[in-house]
């Protein structure tokens, strides 16, 4: 058993919340003691601040709500697009040979890259922000999908088709997206993680929202608003996670 199997979920939260306040604390230390210029990383003490000017001059809010709309509908886009093409090549063998040199060509190809062609395609608008946002989890769930699908024992199917489950439907159903659940949730977690990361880099062109907001506040080197939209993003990520792990664990009961 390894250490960290250990310990208690209370103690764990214990020695966590003990290792982010000793964070805090030399952070506050090195900038008071000036260690660390305050112009290039505001001390956490400024922070509340700053989180109130930006909430109560409505642009915390409005910049939030934006990006909200851009990371939703893009995770959504991405992640049935990586859900579904996965399936497909995963379960057969001639889709899977016959993508994969087109999967070899763009798939190193980053988020970032196709900025031009969002803005050449649909303009600094939603529609760009959103493109570059499915992207970057089409391919994270595609292959969680694919290889969940592909490590399916083929005695399973065999099995379905010995208790009359022979149509491709049925088997579907009853084998494939069961037993692939996991890889596909584990999937869909990590995609919401890179989806945050897609935002920003979907707004620095001017789209509203979060990344926008952060490159205007870091043009005027008010670190400290730069600091309170990285930390809207990290709690915002830390909620849907917290919310993913509840639908998860009541998708895959039928394992316990």
């Not at 230390?29 to 700053?50: E, N």
């Not at 990344?211 to 915002?236: E, F, K, P, W």
């Amino acid at each position: 058993m390894s250490a960290s199997g250990v310990l208690s979920n209370k103690r764990r939260a214990f020695y966590g919340a003990g290792g982010l306040t000793a964070f805090l604390v030399l952070w506050e230390a090195s900038v008071r003691f000036g260690l660390t210029p305050s112009v290039l990383l505001p001390a956490p003490s400024q922070i509340p601040v700053a989180f109130t000017r930006e909430l109560v001059s409505g642009q915390w809010l409005a910049a939030v709500v934006s990006s909200l709309s851009h990371y939703l509908v893009g995770l959504l886009a991405g992640a049935s697009l990586g859900v579904g093409l996965g399936l497909v090549t995963g379960i057969s063998v001639r889709t899977e040979a016959s993508l994969a040199w087109i999967v070899r060509l763009l798939r190193p190809v980053p988020g970032l890259a196709w900025v031009p062609f969002a803005i050449i395609w649909f303009g600094v608008s939603t529609a760009s922000a959103v493109f570059i946002i499915a992207i970057g989890v089409f391919w994270i769930v595609y292959f969680a999908t694919m290889g969940a699908v592909m490590a399916i024992e083929r005695d399973y199917y065999e099995l379905a088709r010995a208790f009359g489950y022979r149509s491709v439907t049925s088997q579907w159903l009853t084998i494939v997206v069961p037993a692939a659940a996991p890889g596909i949730l584990a999937g869909l977690r990590t995609s919401l993680g890179q989806a945050w990361m897609a935002v920003v880099a979907a707004e620095l062109f001017g789209v509203p929202g979060v990344g926008q907001r952060m490159m205007q506040a870091a043009s005027l080197l008010s670190t400290d608003i730069v600091v309170v939209y990285m930390a809207t993003m990290a709690a915002l990520y830390g909620l849907f996670d917290v919310m993913f792990i509840v639908v998860q664990n009541r998708a895959l009961q039928w394992k316990a």
